[in-house]
């Protein structure tokens, strides 16, 4: 259950808060991968792994500048930073002030405390969800890897701009034009690099089936293009309705916080992707299909 490991994931960081670690420690301490772990602690808790454990460390570095005779080089150090400047700089970033005036009596101080996850009961709200399940399956695609770090952050059209640059260069529609009249959907691939998982691939492509034109598909991977597959998988599949990305964001929200507690399933670490119709729904912005399973 999603609430579950983002509480065990907490506890671990708040046991082990002086030493070294990152996202992908804790993912591997959850039995996750990075990719998957970092999407789920953002979605569900509003921040990343990192962004909690940076501001419980300057909580506790100003605790103890304030209430012991700790230097600012020692603090430093002891939180996390290789340099007095770097801490100085995130210290007043977080708090307003710096590390040695928060020695001063009077300093003010944020105060962030750790987290306890709790599942809180509101209105009864309606998640229209539906499931599939797929065989292996095989896509055309250009992909590229983004750093994990991106995945809900507002501030960041890293994806966005991938798929600006692909019609700039023309390179969507000799995909496109692959598959039969009617039939040339797109896809928005999502998949762990692998190895240290600190990057995720991230296609834009069509479906290899008996719809499209594979002798020509070949051709275009001599281009530069390449051939993504899938494992067979169920998928739960939901319709994002709105007029950009933010419904996308939504939904993930609402599959970790409501559609994973209230059903049994946990997400699994296929592939996931979007479905951008070629004849979609009035006001249907995608499909999002997420590959899970039972728990």
Known sequence: MSIELIQ??????????????????????????????????????????????????????????????????????????ETPESFSKAFCRFHGVTPKQAKQKGAKLHLFNPLVIKIILEGGNIMDYRMEHRERQQFLALIRAFPNEIINDDNDHSIPDFWAECYDKNRIEPMKILRAEGKRDLYGLCSPVGGGETHFNYGIGVLLDADTDLEQSEQLVKEGYSIWETEPADYAVFQ?????????????????KEFIPQTGYVQTENTDYEIYFEHGENGLFCELWIPVKKA
């Open 8 to 81: 065990r994931a907490i506890c671990y960081m708040e046991e082990h808060i002086y030493e070294t670690m990152d996202y992908t420690d804790i993912a591997k301490y959850v039995s996750m991968s990075s990719y998957n772990f970092h999407r789920m602690f953002s979605f569900i808790v509003g921040m990343s792994a990192s962004e909690y454990i940076r501001n419980r460390r300057l909580t506790l570095a100003a605790i103890e500048l304030q209430t012991t005779d700790i230097s600012v080089l020692d603090a430093a150090y002891k939180h996390g930073y």
């Open 240 to 256: 994002c309705f709105g007029a950009d990305g933010d419904c996308l964001g939504e939904t993930w929200s609402k599959f970790y």
